[in-house]
C-alpha cells in the first residue's frame, strides 16, 4: 500500500513540475498573444503620428496594458515595442480583454489538466502492460 501512495505522489510531483515548465516555455508567446486579445476585445492599433504622440509612445512602458486619463477620458494603451504601435481601448474594450484573458487562462488549465492525467493514466496503467515490455 505504502508503495502506491509514493508512486502516487511521484507521478503528481512529476505532473506539477512538468506544468511549471510548460508555463514558463509559453511566457514568451505572452506578447503575441496579448496583442490577438486586444485586438479581439476591440482596441485599435495606432502608429504614434506626431512628435507629441510619439513622445507619449516613448514614455510608455512596453508590453504592458497601461491606464490613461485624457481630458476627463479614460483609455487604455498597450505599447507593441517591437513592431512600433499602440494598442489603444476605452473601458469596455478593456473589460472584454480581461474577460478573454480569463477565458483562455481556463481553456488552457483545463487542456493542461487533461494532458497531465493522460500522461499519469498512461504512466501507471501501461507500465504494466505486456507490449510495454517488448516495445
Known amino acids: 500500500m505504502t508503495a502506491t501512495v509514493r508512486i502516487s505522489n511521484i507521478v503528481i510531483f512529476l505532473a506539477t513540475l512538468s506544468g511549471a515548465i510548460l508555463l514558463t516555455g509559453c511566457a514568451s508567446m505572452t506578447s503575441a498573444n496579448t496583442e490577438s486579445l486586444l485586438t479581439a ?4 492599433a495606432r502608429t504614434p503620428q506626431t512628435p507629441k504622440q510619439q513622445q507619449i509612445y ?6 504592458k496594458v497601461e491606464r490613461a486619463t485624457v481630458k476627463g477620458r479614460v483609455f487604455y494603451v498597450y505599447r507593441d515595442e517591437k513592431s512600433g504601435v499602440a494598442y489603444v481601448g476605452r473601458e469596455a ?6 474577460q478573454l ?4 487562462q481556463i481553456a488552457q488549465n483545463q487542456i493542461m489538466a487533461a494532458e497531465m492525467e493522460q500522461q499519469a493514466a498512461i504512466d501507471w496503467y501501461g507500465g ?3 507490449r510495454r515490455i517488448w516495445w
Not at 41 to 44: E, I, K, L, Q, T
Not at 93 to 98: A, K
Open 58 to 63: 516613448a514614455a510608455l512602458p512596453p508590453y
Open 93 to 98: 474594450e478593456y473589460q472584454r480583454y480581461q
Open 101 to 104: 484573458a480569463i477565458q483562455q
Open 41 to 44: 476585445a476591440g482596441f485599435r
Open 128 to 130: 504494466f502492460a505486456f
